[in-house]
């Protein structure tokens, strides 16, 4: 699947940013092994250790074979032509409701480019098209700018607010459940 984002920055021209959404593969064990292993985004996941390159392995190879519907999750990585841009991850997939929670990691050396943006749309229309859902949503810590900023630009809207949801720093942290309805 493909989608074509349009990226305007103040310092830019116009940039198409094109962005396929697919099933992880085991060449994606480096940039996996990089991301998981990266303690500062610990913080903003449930990751919270180190992963052996043999455990992510393992469950490169063990997802290939689920199916969303009795997993409840799925994991897609975002490319950019050949290059891989970061990954998507749905999860607590309710196909009863028809929603799931989404988050998104774009590779740090690639941010600020219009990934993100296009990733949120491509996983919103994977969504509508082929898992029929009605709304996604992602819990995000109050102190997360980026990703405020990032959900509310692609209409999110702010749903509630989880006292002391988080745990970083030495300090809690409230988070705001973000809403975004995308069945047409």
Partial sequence: MRFFVQNHTAMQQPKTVRIALRAMEPADID?????????????????HQPFSRQALQRFIDESSGLDIYASRQ???MACDGSETVGCVDLYDF???????????????????RGYGAA?????????RQHLALH????????????????????????????????????????ATMYQKIIEK
């Fill in 31 to 47: 940039a996996i092994y990089s991301w998981e292993n990266d303690p500062s985004l610990w913080g903003v996941s449930a990751a």
């Fill in 119 to 127: 990733m949120l749309a491509a996983v919103e229309e994977f969504a």
């Fill in 74 to 76: 799925l994991r897609l």
């Fill in 94 to 112: 309710d196909p009863y409701h028809r929603r799931a929670g989404i988050g998104i990691m774009v590779d740090g050396r690639l941010r600020h």
């Fill in 135 to 174: 709304q996604l949503y992602s819990v995000v810590a109050n102190d997360n700018h980026h990703s405020i900023s990032l959900f509310g630009r692609a209409g999110y809207a702010p749903g509630g607010t989880l006292k002391e949801w988080t745990f970083a720093d030495g300090r809690w942290v409230d």
